[in-house]
C-alpha cells in the first residue's frame, strides 16, 4: 500500500507526472496531472492475475490528441451536451463553444479540463492523489471563479473513489464526471492502438 511518482513526459515545458497508487491486494490505479486522468486500473482477476481493466494510453502524447473518445479524462465545468451551446443563468445569456457538429456544446469546448496541468497533492495518511485547478471567471464562457479538486483515493476494500469538490465565487454550473470506458476482461486496445481502429480493437 503506497504511492509513487514517476515522470511521464512534458508538456508545454513542464514536467507531467504519473503517480501509481497500490493497495495491499495488489491493485494499482495509476493517474497523470496532465488533465486529472486516470492513465490505467490493475486489478487481480479469479486467479489473482493483474490486468488494466480500463482503456487508456501507455505515453502522455497519445492524451494530447484525446479528444473524441476522452479516455480516463475529467470533464469540466460541464460534462455532456449544452443544446445550442448557450444556457441562460439569472436571466442573462451564456454562449459556449460550438464543438459539436458547429451546433451544440460538448464537455465545456475547445479547453477542456482534460487538457490542462493541474497542481496536485499526495497523500499518503489517505493513500490518494488530489488535483487541483483553478478555472478563472469566464473560462470556457461559464462565470465565477471556479476552484476545484478532484481526489483519486484506493483503500483496502478494493474501492477507487474518485471525489470532487468545487467553490465558485459566482453563481455557475458545475457537473463533472470522470469518462473512463472499462473492460474488465482486460485491456487489449494498448497493444492495437497502433492501427489507429479505435473502435475495432
Known sequence: MGITISEFGTF??????????????????KLTNYGAILVS?????KNGKLDDVVLGFDNLENYFTNDICY????????????????????????????????????HSGFNPYNK???????SENDNSVSFNLISPDGDQGFPGEFNITVTYSLNNKNELKIEYTGKSNKDTI????????????????RKCYGTKSLYKC
Open 116 to 122: 490542462r496541468i493541474w497542481n496536485y497533492n499526495v
Open 174 to 189: 458545475a457537473n463533472m464526471t470522470n469518462h473512463s470506458y472499462f473492460n474488465l476482461s482486460g485491456n487489449n486496445f
Open 41 to 45: 486500473l490493475f486489478v487481480p482477476d
Open 71 to 106: 479516455f480516463g479524462s475529467t470533464i469540466g465545468r460541464n460534462s455532456n451536451r449544452v443544446k445550442s451551446a448557450k444556457f441562460v443563468l439569472n436571466n442573462k445569456i451564456y454562449n459556449l463553444d460550438k464543438n459539436e457538429r458547429e451546433k451544440n456544446n460538448l
Open 12 to 29: 508545454e515545458g513542464s514536467s507531467i507526472k504519473l503517480f501509481a497508487i497500490s493497495n495491499s491486494n495488489g491493485i494499482i490505479a
